[in-house]
């Protein structure tokens, strides 16, 4: 059940992108993932049911608290976090690796189109929300997006 405790915020988040986080480029990324997962879709799915904007699996808990055993939703198994606050740290803390190269799963090099091809099931329609929210190249990467370089447009 979707819950928030406005700890990051300072109000709570729900499905309205105006309450979401962001104060720099990896929080960019997160607001485009969670769109691309159907956050913005609110209850009834489970990125926003689960607390877990990225649709996140086991082991990119990030430290954040958990409520339950993960739950299993198109072909994966889905982390259940106890608050939506929990859910976006996680998912920064998932790109912030991954721009600065200690991310185990995907190497910085990475374009968004591998990225997408590991991350999503249905990886087409994730790409394209993706880079279409953050306006880049699907051949660029994310940390040219967060550190400048080429692939933004």
Same mark, same amino acid.
């Given at each position: 059940m979707h819950s928030s405790d406005s700890s990051l915020t300072g109000a709570a988040i729900t499905e309205d992108p105006s309450t979401w986080p962001g104060s720099d480029k990896?929080?960019?990324i997160c607001k485009a993932v969670a769109r691309a997962e159907g956050y913005h879709l609110g209850?009834?799915?489970?990125? &926003?049911d689960l607390n877990n904007p990225g649709d996140l699996s086991p082991?990119?808990? #990030? /430290?954040?608290k958990t409520c339950g055993n993960p739950?299993?939703?198109?072909?994966?198994?889905?982390i259940n976090f106890c608050e939506a606050e929990g859910g976006w740290r996680a998912l920064h803390a998932k790109f912030?690796?991954?721009v600065a190269g200690r991310s185990k799963a &995907?190497?910085?090099s990475w374009t968004w189109r591998q990225?997408?091809?590991?991350? #999503? /099931?249905?990886?087409?329609?994730w790409i394209a929300n993706v880079t279409k929210y953050?306006?880049?190249?699907?051949?660029?990467?994310?940390?040219?997006?967060?550190?400048?370089?080429?692939?933004?447009g």
């Open positions: 990896v929080w960019n209850p009834g799915t489970a990125p &926003y082991e990119d808990e #990030a /430290g954040q739950q299993h939703h198109d072909g994966s198994d889905i912030d690796r991954i &995907y190497p910085q990225i997408a091809g590991q991350y #999503a /099931g249905n990886s087409a329609p953050l306006g880049v190249d699907p051949a660029s990467t994310p940390a040219q997006y967060v550190n400048g370089g080429a692939g933004t």
